[in-house]
């Protein structure tokens, strides 16, 4: 077995983190003591202990424990465990059967919703493990019977006692600088350190050299996932307070996790437009161009190009009129529908045209020596609307 399974705790006092929801307050510390469950997301990064809390959940209980992966098992398992809880339920048996869905956000809505009569009556407690957000990867409807608990990454300290643990079963001495050094490179991810020091272990002494050499690791990202939504997230905004050390900060974490430059490049033609517009027209210019400079050079040589455009745009003065201005529009026409053209602004291209008054009354603005026409030009429901003008 992997030493991060013989290490895997069985009882809640040996669980590791999560003090948030284990500990003397709580949640499911709480409901443990109480002996009162309810049907649980559990919503975290990679090895952060979802699945471990489950079984211990399950042991600290006693439960009848069934244990489905949506990415192996699918409609016609869940049945059979279905049908198993129903039979304990009507044969009035005490014990509280558990039901863990591990990566749930992979099941389609057909294959969540045949959960939802089971969890409604209370013939199974549902405990789903997701990396992804469950307000979109998971049903509504599932979702509204459930309690979401988000797990944290493992912090150093953690991480390091789950280190100091594997040290006393392997039965060897390690230097607390390399378990520290261990620590800080697993990215939060405690089954990643724990493997590590395992391969170290296994190839001879365990030396800063070696742990380099097996760690390898790369940044936890997914380029479809919250961490991708979360990062951009923090690009845009960090321009828009003027920022560029953060602007940078962020744009280098995502292309180093491995993301797209052109993607960053987009997101660059954007903002331009939405948050800079014409206080400064340059602004969209060079990202345009930006953008074709990250286009014909490619990773990684394009870095810098990226590293220059969003300092450029952090620093550029900020006016969101015209993005403010599409929204309101917008708002204008949902709430009034195909308002029609005022007359004198179509075009009388026809005699019939002309006899209905199409264009009567229109004024040629090149004659008007005023700088601003006095002519309507919005629809009459909206004839004092004005986009741009801040009260």
């Given amino acids: 077995m992997p030493l991060a399974d013989i290490l895997r705790p069985t009882t809640l006092s040996d669980f590791i983190g999560q003090s948030h929801l284990v500990g003397t307050t709580g949640t499911i510390k709480l409901m443990l003591d109480k002996q009162s469950l309810t049907s649980m997301i559990f919503w975290g990064p990679p090895a952060s202990g979802k699945t471990t809390l489950a079984h211990i959940i399950a042991n600290e209980l006693d439960c009848d424990f069934y244990n489905l992966s949506a990415v192996m098992d699918g409609k016609d398992d869940l049945k059979n465990i279905l049908a198993k809880a129903q039979d304990s339920s009507d044969l009035l048996k005490k014990t509280i059967s558990i039901l863990f869905i591990d990566e749930i956000h992979r099941w389609n809505k057909a294959q969540q919703d045949a959960l939802l009569p089971y969890v409604e009556k209370g013939t199974i407690i549902l405990i789903g493990a997701t990396t992804e957000n469950p307000s979109f990867s998971v049903n509504s409807a599932l979702l509204s019977r459930c309690r979401v608990f988000v797990f944290q990454s493992h912090t150093i300290s953690d991480i390091t006692v789950g280190l100091q643990r594997a040290i006393k079963t392997i039965g060897i001495k390690v230097n607390s600088d390399l378990l520290n050094y261990i620590a800080n490179l697993c990215d939060g991810d ?16 365990i030396t800063k050299n070696s742990i380099e050499q097996v760690a390898q690791k790369s940044l936890r990202y997914d380029t479809n996932g919250d961490e991708h939504y979360n990062l951009i997230s923090a690009v845009h905004k960090s321009m828009r307070a003027s920022d560029p050390t953060a602007s940078v900060y962020w744009i280098m974490r995502m292309l180093q996790a491995g993301e797209d430059p052109l993607y960053l490049a987009r997101r660059m033609l954007r903002f331009a437009s939405e948050d800079i517009g014409n206080s400064n027209p340059n602004a969209l210019l060079l990202a345009n161009q930006i953008y074709d400079t990250v286009k014909n050079l490619g990773m990684p040589e394009c870095e810098t190009a990226l590293v220059q455009i969003a300092q450029y745009l952090a620093n550029s003065l900020k006016d969101n009129s015209a993005y403010a201005a599409s929204i309101q529009a917008k708002t204008d026409i949902q709430k009034y529908g195909t308002l029609p053209v005022p007359l004198h602004l179509r075009n009388a291209s026809t005699k019939l045209l002309k006899e209905l008054e199409y264009g009567k009354g229109y004024i040629y603005d090149h004659d008007v020596k005023n700088d601003k026409s006095k002519q309507q030009c919005m629809p009459d429901k909206l004839k004092n609307q004005d986009y741009f003008t801040k009260e």
């Fill in 190 to 205: 405690l089954r990643f350190a724990l493997t590590t020091l395992e391969i170290c272990h296994s190839l001879g002494p």
